[in-house]
């Protein structure tokens, strides 16, 4: 299957900074990119949806202000969290899609705020 | 809005079969997917069903049925690393976004 890649895998930062999590699609041009995040036992949920060159739909109750993404090119997204606090630590997933074809996930980011 | 139901947790013994249920009422449905998630990993793919009906592939068959909004994994045979969560995820528009399931947590015993 193709590969999705995020870096970092973990980040650990203090309170009020800004983390910025990359997604890439190895071996594939991906058409949409997508950022979930996950709390501990509970399932994914979406928080947007980026395309190549166009502003990312947020899902509603999505802080577009906070979670910024921006979508660069066909095998790279990133995701930055603005002024990021304890609440906002949680395991952030990236997929990328290609047309046609299922949604490759990537490892996975585990944020950590202190 | 979007909902999806499926059980919180199952258990089964290892050699046995397992189904796992999932309804659904959304709007824009392309299809469903099934996902399988280990603890502190990304769900890796398990199945796609667009038609009604049954889609076999080895251990793992997966059912849909559109007018009922309803699906099913089942799983055949198990394992003791079947052991995970199994993720329902219908995917809706036409970016095709997936929205999850709270996921069925299921535990395989010896």
């Known amino acids: 299957g193709a590969v999705v890649s995020q870096h970092p895998s973990r980040v650990i930062c203090k309170s009020g900074t800004s983390v910025k999590i990359e997604c890439r699609s190895l071996?594939?041009?991906?058409?949409?990119m997508f950022w979930y995040r996950q709390f501990p036992k509970q399932s994914l949920m979406l928080m947007a949806t980026?395309?190549?060159?166009?502003?990312?739909?947020?899902e509603q109750g999505v802080e577009k202000d906070k979670f910024l993404i921006n979508h660069a090119s066909l095998t790279l997204s990133t995701l930055t969290v603005t002024s990021a606090h304890p609440e906002d630590s949680s395991f952030y997933i990236c997929s990328a899609r290609r047309k046609g074809h299922e949604q490759f996930f990537g490892p996975g980011t585990r944020l950590t705020v202190l | 809005g979007q909902n999806i139901d499926q059980p919180t947790e199952m258990t089964a013994t290892e050699g046995a079969i397992v189904q796992i249920n999932c309804t659904y009422q959304t709007s824009g449905f392309n299809g469903l997917f099934w996902y399988q998630q280990h603890a502190g990993e990304a769900p890796t793919f398990l199945s796609y069903n667009v038609l009604d009906g049954l889609e076999e592939k080895g251990r793992f068959s997966s059912f849909l049925s559109r007018s009922k909004g309803y699906s099913y994994l089942l799983l055949k045979e198990l394992q003791m690393k079947d052991s995970a969560s199994y993720l329902c995820a219908p995917s809706l528009g036409n970016t095709d976004k997936l929205i999850f399931g709270t996921g069925t947590r299921l535990q395989v015993f010896p």
């Open positions: 980026s395309n190549e060159g166009s502003k990312a739909t947020y």
């Open positions: 071996d594939f041009q991906a058409t949409t």
